[in-house]
Nanobody
Framework: QLRLVESGGGLVQPGGSLRLSCAFSGRSLNDYAVGWFRQAPGKDRELLTCISTFAVITNYLDSVKDRFTISRDDAENTAYLQMNNLKPEDTGIYYC???????????????????WGLGTQVTVSS
């Protein structure tokens, strides 16, 4: 059974950085595309970015694509989200999710992702 656990969230000042981790267990990360989602307070969950099994990155949200970078380390069975120049509007719960597919879809449907972590809270505030 695949299990995903996010870590690395916390409180950070505007302009700061965080690196989120998504640890896979039970199955090999090799077989999955990985996405990072965010749910801001009072808003729907949205897909930020996705990385394929070949490390091809698809970005879905213009407001973060120049500041957030997804990566994967299959040897460590872990995916990452590096977040730089954080803004208060980046506050929310961040989730990683796995899609048992080679590539990330152009549409980025939430339903593509069949396994989810419980999320990690990121708060950007001075």
């Amino acid at each position: 059974q695949l299990r995903l656990v996010e870590s690395g969230g916390g409180l950070v000042q505007p302009g700061g950085s965080l690196r989120l981790s998504c640890a896979f267990s039970g199955r090999s990360l090799n077989d999955y595309a990985v996405g990072w989602f965010r749910q801001a307070p009072g808003k729907d969950r949205e897909l930020l970015t996705c990385i394929s099994t070949f490390a091809v990155i698809t970005n879905y949200l213009d407001s973060v694509k120049d500041r957030f970078t997804i990566s994967r380390d299959d040897a460590e069975n872990t995916a990452y989200l590096q977040m730089n120049n954080l803004k208060p509007e980046d506050t929310g719960i961040y989730y990683c999710a796995a899609d048992w597919a080679t590539y990330c879809s152009e549409e980025g449907y939430e339903s593509d992702f069949t396994s989810w972590g419980l999320g990690t809270q990121v708060t950007v505030s001075s």
